[in-house]
């Protein structure tokens, strides 16, 4: 039972690796000249929080992993809605009214 479960965690261990392998190259591929990027980015780092949920799975740390899991969504949409109201005049075509 204990090889079964070494096996399971090695696997899930391996996903996680090629789950952050693919995010990386996906980040460094993204080009920056394109309208709303973040938004891309952040569901792209999504990847990787599945990666880490994994990874914490595989190494018996169950309720950092739940914890993390119910949290993270909670993060990204912080995340996002910060970049959305931001005062940034390229992607954001709110900036300059004033009837907030």
């Excluded at 996680?16 to 973040?38: H, M, P, Q, T, Y």
């Excluded at 899991?69 to 109201?85: E, G």
Aim: one cysteine or more.
């Amino acid at each position: 039972m204990s090889l079964i479960l070494s096996y399971i965690q090695s696997i899930l261990l391996i996903i996680s690796a090629i789950l952050i392998v693919f995010v990386g190259i996906g980040i460094l591929r993204l080009n920056d000249d394109l309208n709303n990027v973040e938004y891309a980015k952040l569901h792209i780092l999504g990847i990787l929080d599945m990666a880490c949920v994994l990874a914490l799975l595989a190494l018996n740390q169950i309720l950092i992993a739940i914890l993390y899991f119910l949290v993270t969504p909670f993060v990204a949409h912080a995340i996002a809605n910060a970049y959305y109201y931001s005062e940034d005049e390229l992607n954001n075509n709110k900036c300059g009214d004033n009837n907030d």
